[in-house]
């Protein structure tokens, strides 16, 4: 690593894991989570963009008249129209005639109650902000490695007794039918009514050559020439700006130390002659800043986002 990384790395452990002001901490955090600041290195991307080397331009070329024969429909005789009237008709139907409504019998059924016992909260769950040392420290004073975990206050009960309603009183009520009787009837099935025919029009067809184009200029248009440039551009700029959740100290096992190695071996990186040891020493702590600087990640701690992108999986991290 060069001297500049090593110096930011040692100004991330002086800037995020000092003593902090609860005013500085996040106000979005999360229960039983840590967090700290992180070193976010710059983030750069590549873009390709088309450059002009010659602008477009038109050219004028000429074209003669075009002619074509056309068959046009001349009318003879013009359209028309024929009323007719058709009478109405009716047929005998039958229908159902009411002869006595329906009615309902209501009775009335009084309400129930139970005596029941429940849980009442006397005193609402809180939640406080607790010090941890870091996993990560390189400092030999532990006071210089903590970071800000939120905890729950657990909720405070008691139980009481009271009567409950079970079931409201109500009304229950017996439907008596209605009675219908069936009577027949003339009904009109159609109106009578005046039909209109109307009968088209009679045409022939006449040929006859006719200019579809005058002649005239025509405009080319040249399209104009670009290259393709490469080049580096600054998407974001980095530095100590941003708090990031970690890894409590308290869920830093040797199993998920190993797992890390694991990941960093596999991507390429060292983590030492004695590899997966499960022990979080120099050499794992530089492998690991190595693969955050090279993936644009937030640098110097055991920060989730880094484990998620390292693929170790959520179980030995996430208690």
Request: hydrophobic content about 35%; aromatic content about 8%.
């Amino acid at each position: 690593m060069s001297p500049i990384k090593y110096l930011l790395s040692a100004l991330f452990l002086i800037v995020s894991l000092g003593a902090l002001a609860q005013s500085d901490l996040p106000t979005d955090a999360k229960l039983g989570s840590c967090y700290a600041k992180c070193y976010i290195p710059d983030q750069w991307e590549t873009k390709t963009e088309k450059v002009l080397t010659k602008e477009a331009s038109t050219k004028r070329i000429p074209y003669p008249a075009t002619f074509e024969t056309k068959t046009q429909r001349v009318l003879i005789k013009e359209a028309s129209e024929k009323f007719t009237v058709i009478p109405a008709k009716y047929e005998t139907r039958s229908e159902r005639v009411l002869v006595k409504e329906a009615y309902k019998v209501v009775s009335s059924v009084p309400a129930r109650y139970e005596t029941k016992r429940e849980r009442v909260m006397i005193e609402e769950a809180t939640s406080k902000w607790v010090k941890q040392k870091d996993a990560m420290c390189a400092s030999e004073n532990s006071d210089d490695c903590m970071i800000w975990c939120l905890v729950e206050v657990p909720a405070q009960y008691r139980t009481v007794t009271k009567r409950v309603l079970v079931e409201d009183a109500r009304s229950s009520e017996r439907a008596v039918a209605a009675v219908y009787k069936t009577v027949s009837k003339r009904v009109l099935v159609s109106a009578a009514k005046t039909v209109k025919e109307t009968i088209p029009a009679e045409y022939r067809n006449v040929t006859k050559t006719v200019q579809t184009k005058s002649a005239g200029f025509t405009t080319q248009n040249i399209t104009a020439q670009y290259k393709t440039v490469t080049k580096r551009v600054l998407v974001k700029k980095g530095g100590f700006t941003e708090f990031r959740e970690v890894v409590c100290a308290k869920y830093v096992t040797s199993e998920l130390v190993r797992q890390v190695q694991r990941a960093l071996m596999a991507k390429g990186y060292s983590v030492g002659p004695t590899r997966d040891d499960n022990i979080l020493g120099r050499d794992t702590r530089a492998g690991l800043r190595k693969y955050q600087e090279d993936n644009q990640l937030p640098v110097g701690n055991l920060n989730k986002e880094s484990l998620k992108h390292l693929g170790v999986p959520e179980r030995y991290w996430n208690q």
